[in-house]
């Protein structure tokens, strides 16, 4: 691929990107189906993604109508790298299965190798025929909402489609690797004042915040609302702060360490519980909750913003669904769409229903909700949470923090770029929005 970043490097035009070789193998970052058992008798937490993740030489796949292939600058961790890398809750070869008895183009994906990665910004450098909207060239990002557009389910909210899957988790040829395939309707324009790496670590986890708390398929949180954000400088919980203060509502911040509460202030996040601190026990043991905990818990959200959250952005799952339930106001919203801690979650159902509240369903965004939320990112409003920069050989220990919970925000992986810093192409515009807003992250 080194005549591919010298060509972009050097301004080529597309007709010229166009006409360069693709080559027949390119460098990724993958998990070996030979590899599923490793882990076999080792507790989740000490499943080690150095282990797992290898970066090597794959053979460059068959582009299909619908697809382009992309020069990948730049992509990020997501926690969905760390599942497939530790071969929980399944070994994602499962879905790679799945998705090759589908059809023809789609047996592609079913091979020895699951190319990892949900997140990339790069260069497009060939268009299958079908492809209308994009051409070489083009410098986009690419959100990971995978749909087969000819299924009827597929045409009120893509993410209710029956085919839907996450692209780099549920498909092969991700973003952790110097080339991948996407289809056309994964394509977004690049923010053109961000770096490639700046601009690769949001549409993931960012489109994933919006749909939550902003769209109509999520909590649609108005002026006002008191909103609770557990993991509030992670990668969700980070993007969701920001919607809240945008939004004109007032946001509970929970976090594990006074480093991270700092950071919170930092973004304009007032309200800050620092959960390690005030050490909240919502199970007493294995089996049971503690509704004395959740009081507690309740008891300081109201002394910090005088009223019980009118929504509660709920990810970690087992841990703390008890308590999120319980907290949320009269009539008030939980919405989740994860479950870090564990999915077997369990809440009192009579303070559920006495007290009308709603539990919403959500994941990731569709195709409108995603460019929504990459257009937020474009005028400044929203800020890339970047923290920390890993080389791709280095995937497995950029992988291990997230798993390990050592990292704010997002991690950025370079690709094809050499360095950080690269691909800025208005600086004006990001003087307007600001240095010091644009790399909170990275300098902490
Ligand atoms: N459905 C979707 O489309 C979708 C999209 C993106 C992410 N996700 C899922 O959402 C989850 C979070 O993703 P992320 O990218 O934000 O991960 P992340 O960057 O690792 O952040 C998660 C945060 O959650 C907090 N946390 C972890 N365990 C916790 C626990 N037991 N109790 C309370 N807080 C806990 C941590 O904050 P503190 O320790 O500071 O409190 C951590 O910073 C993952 O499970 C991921 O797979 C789902």
């Known amino acids: 691929m080194q005549h591919v970043l010298d060509a972009i490097q050097a301004g080529a035009s597309g007709d010229e990107l166009a006409n360069l070789p693709i080559p027949e193998s390119y460098r990724a970052a993958f998990v070996l189906r030979d590899d599923i058992g ?13 282990k797992s993740l290898h970066v090597d030489d794959v053979a460059t796949p068959e582009l299909a109508p619908d697809e382009v292939y992309l020069a990948v600058m730049a992509s990020s961790i997501n926690f969905n790298t760390v599942w497939t890398s530790i071969f929980e809750p399944i070994p994602t070869f499962a879905f790679l299965d799945r998705l090759g008895r589908e059809s023809t183009w789609s047996a592609r994906h079913a091979l020895p190798y699951h190319v990892v ?15 209308r909207n994009w051409k070489p060239g083009d410098k986009v990002t690419v959100h990971c909402n995978h749909v087969d557009d000819q299924d009827p389910s597929a045409h009120n909210d893509s993410m209710l489609a029956a085919n839907q899957r996450i692209w780099g988790f549920e498909t092969n040829f991700g973003g952790l690797a110097d080339l991948s395939v996407v289809k056309a309707n994964q394509l977004m324009p690049k923010p053109s004042h961000l770096s490639w790496e700046e601009a690769a670590v949001n549409a993931l ?6 749909r939550m708390l902003v769209a109509d398929n999520g909590a649609r949180m108005k002026q006002g609302d008191n909103v609770l954000v557990w993991g509030a400088t992670g990668g969700i919980g980070g993007y969701a702060v920001q919607y809240v203060l945008n939004g004109g509502g007032t946001p509970i911040g929970v976090v594990s360490s006074p ?3 700092a950071l919170l202030n930092a973004m304009g996040c007032e309200a800050v519980i620092d959960r390690a601190a005030e050490n909240y026990r919502f199970w007493s043991d294995e089996h049971t909750q503690d509704e004395s905990e959740w009081r507690r818990f309740g008891k300081r959200i109201r002394a910090l913003v005088g009223d019980d959250p009118d929504i509660v952005f709920e990810h970690p799952g087992r841990s703390t669904m008890g308590a999120s339930i319980f907290a949320v106001k009269r009539g008030g919203t939980v919405v989740s769409c994860a479950a870090t801690s564990g999915y077997m979650v369990e809440f009192d ?12 369903a ?18 400044g409003r929203i800020q890339p949470l970047l923290s920390e920069v890993f080389p791709l050989t280095q995937v497995g220990a950029a992988a291990r923090l997230v798993h390990r919970n050592e990292a704010e925000g997002k991690i950025g992986v370079l690709c094809l770029a050499p360095t950080e810093g690269l691909g800025i192409d208005d600086p004006e515009k990001r003087e ?5 807003k644009i790399t909170l992250f990275r300098r902490r």
């Open 38 to 50: 490793i882990f076999e008798g080792v507790a989740s937490a000490d499943k080690e993604p150095t």
């Open 117 to 131: 990665g949900s997140d990339a910004s790069g260069v497009v450098l060939r268009v299958g025929s079908a492809v």
């Open 205 to 210: 986890c960012n489109s994933t915040s919006y």
């Open 259 to 261: 480093e991270r509460a």
């Open 349 to 360: 159902n009579r303070h559920f229903w006495m007290k009308l509240k709603r539990l919403i």
């Open 362 to 379: 959500s994941h990731f965004a569709n195709y409108a909700e995603a460019w929504a939320a990459n257009r937020l990112i474009d005028q």
């Open 432 to 436: 307007r929005i600001g240095e010091d």
